[in-house]
T-cell receptor, first 112, second 116 residues
Framework: GIQVEQSPPDLILQEGANSTLRCNFSDSVNNLQWFHQNPWGQLINLFYIPSGTKQNGRLSATTVATERYSLLYISSSQTTDSGVYFCAASAYSGAGSYQLTFGKGTKLSVIP | KAGVTQTPRYLIKTRGQQVTLSCSPISGHRSVSWYQQTPGQGLQFLFEYFSETQRNKGNFPGRFSGRQFSNSRSEMNVSTLELGDSALYLC???????????????FGEGSRLTVL
């Protein structure tokens, strides 16, 4: 099946700094999503971005499907941005259906 | 619009018991999928249901099963619990069937299972 790799695995930032999280995938994907997992475990949708660029406040994302990667940008980071960020890609899994495969996540710590 | 609702949020079981978890999708969503999250294995796909039919299944033993009802609510069951089944179980709903891709998935808060 498809492989999804995220980098870096851990990231420590000073409040106010910018960061870029990367997601590489091994095959053609149909869909791609970025999530932020809150301390209680819920996955919060950040972007649904099979291709192109989207922005939402201080966050933006770019997916270049032909080159099999996606980037999540966080600008002017705040302590509330801390947590684990997951990339998930949807690819054909056989038998006429698709499934979402997650990367291992990037753990972001923003310090005051 | 209400989000995805999972119950119970927390539960503790002992080895050998069975457990049933429930998931109510976003209104109008007919696809429900389940994921298991553990520190060692990360987030892994369990199965996906659409219109009461299992459309896809991950690589889990037969002890893990699920079903979907006519109102799109879904349950998953784990029988003969093992210590390694301790995990956060997440449910997601989507408005698409999986035939043309997963569509955008929306997750519930999860059910945290501890097996003693």
């Amino acid at each position: 099946g498809i492989q999804v790799e995220q980098s870096p695995p851990d990231l420590i930032l000073q409040e106010g700094a910018n960061s870029t999280l990367r997601c590489n995938f091994s095959d053609s994907v149909n869909n791609l999503q970025w999530f932020h997992q809150n301390p209680w475990g819920q996955l919060i949708n950040l972007f649904y971005i099979p291709s192109g660029t989207k922005q939402n406040g201080r966050l933006s994302a770019t997916t270049v499907a032909t080159e099999r990667y996606s980037l999540l940008y966080i600008s002017s980071s705040q302590t509330t941005d801390s947590g684990v960020y997951f990339c998930a890609a949807s690819a054909y899994s056989g038998a006429g259906s698709y499934q979402l495969t997650f990367g291992k996540g990037t753990k972001l710590s923003v310090i005051p | 619009k209400a989000g995805v609702t999972q119950t119970p949020r927390y539960l503790i079981k002992t080895r050998g018991q069975q457990v049933t978890l429930s998931c109510s999708p976003i209104s109008g969503h007919r696809s429900v999928s389940w994921y298991q999250q553990t520190p060692g294995q990360g987030l892994q796909f369990l199965f996906e249901y659409f219109s009461e039919t299992q459309r896809n299944k991950g690589n889990f033993p037969g002890r893990f099963s699920g079903r979907q009802f006519s109102n799109s609510r879904s349950e998953m069951n784990v029988s003969t619990l093992e210590l390694g089944d301790s995990a956060l179980y997440l449910c997601a709903s989507s408005s698409t069937s999986g035939r043309t891709g997963t569509g955008e998935l929306f997750f519930g808060e999860g059910s945290r299972l501890t097996v003693l």
